[in-house]
Structures are given as structure tokens and as C-alpha cells.
């Protein structure tokens, strides 16, 4: 089986939106892009080490236990890590790391951001995102256009 990487940009969200609304200066919020981080498909979320956090100036949400290959430890989720990838950004929580731990992209960002690990060819690539083919899937529901008029059951 092969190993995916890929470059990521994370934003902290939090300094996004004071900076929209004018309380910060846009050049303060707080941004790093990562190179090769790990796409893995055992992890659930976004996992990043306590020092990219800590750059980031991310909050912590709550405390969770994670099960790791080391056995089980409490671990702090963060909350408003934004991050970019191929294209395609979303508003994630984030595991913390122990030590200095490689970054992981989990399967939640994955899934959200209709990305998909190609083990074989050792890539990661985008799911259709096109009117008649798109991952994203909404079974039972009907759908409308924006003015409110009905498009299918």
C-alpha cells in the first residue's frame, strides 16, 4: 500500500472573522501552510501537533479519549482550524498531537472536502463536484433552487 501526502493551509477562522469585521487587521490573522502532511484513512479528523496549534492560537473545545497505536490517552479537540486543500476548504475541529507528531488528514476533512486517497498511485484526488455527478448526497429530501422553487423529490 502506498503512502498520499499533500499540501495544506490552516487559518485560524476565529482571526478570519475579526478581521472581516474590522477588529483585527487582515495581516494578523494567524495562518500556516503545511507540506507533505499524511492522508490517513485510519485517522478520523484533522490532527495536528501542539505547536502548529499553538501558532494558530486555536481554542480548545473539549478533552476526548482517542485511541492511538500506543493504546488509549486523553487528547484536547481545537475548534475553527479552516482549512485548504486542492481547492477546497472547510471549517474543522482538530485533535491534538502528542509531542511533534506528523499533521494527519483524517476521513471527516476528506469526506467533506469530497477528497479521496489513491493508495496505488500514491495521490490524492477530487470527487465530482458537478451538476448530475457530485459526492455530496442528500437521499429523501426534496430539493430546491435558492428562490425557493422545487427541483426534484
Same mark, same amino acid.
Do not use: W
Given at each position: 500500500?502506498?503512502?498520499?501526502?499533500?499540501?495544506l493551509?490552516?487559518?485560524?477562522?476565529?482571526?478570519?472573522?475579526?478581521?472581516?469585521?474590522?477588529?483585527?487587521?487582515?495581516?494578523?490573522?494567524?495562518?500556516?501552510?503545511?507540506?507533505?502532511? &499524511?492522508?490517513?484513512? /485510519?485517522a478520523?479528523?484533522?490532527? $495536528?501537533?501542539?505547536?502548529?496549534? +499553538?501558532? %494558530? #492560537? @486555536? *481554542? !480548545?473545545?473539549?478533552?476526548?479519549?482517542?485511541?492511538?497505536?500506543?493504546?488509549?490517552?486523553?487528547?484536547?479537540?481545537?475548534?475553527?482550524?479552516?482549512?485548504?486543500?486542492?481547492?477546497?476548504?472547510?471549517?474543522?475541529?482538530? &485533535?491534538?498531537?502528542? /509531542?511533534?507528531?506528523?499533521?494527519? $488528514?483524517?476521513?471527516?476533512?476528506? +469526506?467533506? %472536502? #469530497? @477528497? *479521496? !486517497?489513491?493508495?496505488?498511485?500514491?495521490?490524492?484526488?477530487?470527487?465530482?463536484?458537478?451538476?448530475?455527478?457530485?459526492?455530496?448526497?442528500?437521499y429523501?429530501?426534496?430539493?430546491?433552487?435558492?428562490?425557493?422553487?422545487?427541483?426534484?423529490?
Amino acid at each position: 500500500m502506498g503512502k498520499v501526502t499533500t499540501q495544506l493551509t490552516i487559518i485560524n477562522r476565529a482571526d478570519e472573522v475579526r478581521a472581516a469585521d474590522g477588529s483585527i487587521p487582515a495581516d494578523q490573522v494567524r495562518k500556516v501552510t503545511l507540506d507533505n502532511v &499524511l492522508v490517513d484513512s /485510519g485517522a478520523t479528523t484533522l490532527s $495536528l501537533p501542539a505547536t502548529i496549534i +499553538e501558532q %494558530l #492560537g @486555536l *481554542e !480548545p473545545l473539549r478533552e476526548v479519549l482517542t485511541k492511538t497505536a500506543a493504546g488509549y490517552q486523553r487528547s484536547r479537540v481545537f475548534q475553527d482550524a479552516k482549512i485548504s486543500v486542492m481547492g477546497r476548504s472547510g471549517i474543522f475541529q482538530c &485533535l491534538e498531537l502528542p /509531542g511533534g507528531d506528523d499533521p494527519l $488528514l483524517g476521513v471527516i476533512p476528506m +469526506e467533506d %472536502l #469530497g @477528497l *479521496e !486517497p489513491d493508495f496505488q498511485k500514491q495521490e490524492l484526488k477530487l470527487l465530482p463536484m458537478e451538476p448530475g455527478n457530485t459526492y455530496y448526497m442528500a437521499y429523501g429530501h426534496t430539493i430546491y433552487e435558492l428562490d425557493g422553487s422545487k427541483i426534484a423529490d
